[in-house]
């Protein structure tokens, strides 16, 4: 995770796996566009950046953060790819819902990765105000998106192994 002590985003192209022949898929929460938007250049750019060709990266966008696990299903099953990037942002109100919409995601994403033994990656900011996101999606503390995308392309070639 991104944190003032260690900042993710920055990393050595020549010590991940090649990314040329993978194929991943996207799923975006719209809610807090503005943020998941940021996450998602993120994403993408890094995957490019490693050599995925475009045609192989595959986007689907969500209503929210809760409809992610349902998205990343869906891309699981209908677009052979190597690994699934789920990017949301969840930012704390004044009510308990952020902490029930994160536990959900957080647990149905990572049911997601043992039931179809393929790599979900949890790119979901949770935060306290919309100024920490904006620090998560590009700002000083990186871009969690570009993390996420790193994370894949780890786990997609891990996952090669079996």
Not at 3 to 20: G, I, M, V
Not at 36 to 58: C, P, R, S
Not at 69 to 91: H, P, Q, R, S, Y
Request: negative net charge; charged residues 25%; proline residues 3%.
């Amino acid at each position: 995770m991104a944190t003032a002590h260690k900042n993710l985003s920055a990393y050595d192209p020549e010590q991940l796996p090649d990314a040329r022949n993978m194929r991943f898929g996207i799923v975006v929460a719209q809610w807090n566009k503005e943020i998941t938007e940021a996450l998602f250049e993120g994403a993408y750019k890094t995957l490019i950046d490693n050599g995925v060709d475009q045609k192989n990266i595959i986007r689907m966008d969500v209503p929210g953060s809760f409809e992610l696990t349902f998205g990343a299903k869906l891309m699981l099953e209908t677009a052979n790819v190597d690994a699934v990037i789920a990017l949301g942002c969840i930012i704390r109100g004044e009510t308990p819902h952020f902490e029930y919409i994160s536990q959900a995601v957080t647990h149905g994403l990572t049911e997601l990765n043992l039931k179809y033994d393929k790599p979900v990656i949890f790119g979901v900011l949770t935060t306290y105000s919309l100024e920490q996101a904006r620090d998560r999606a590009g700002g000083k503390y990186g871009n969690k998106g570009a993390e996420a995308a790193i994370a894949a392309i780890q786990m997609a070639d891990l996952s090669r192994l079996r």
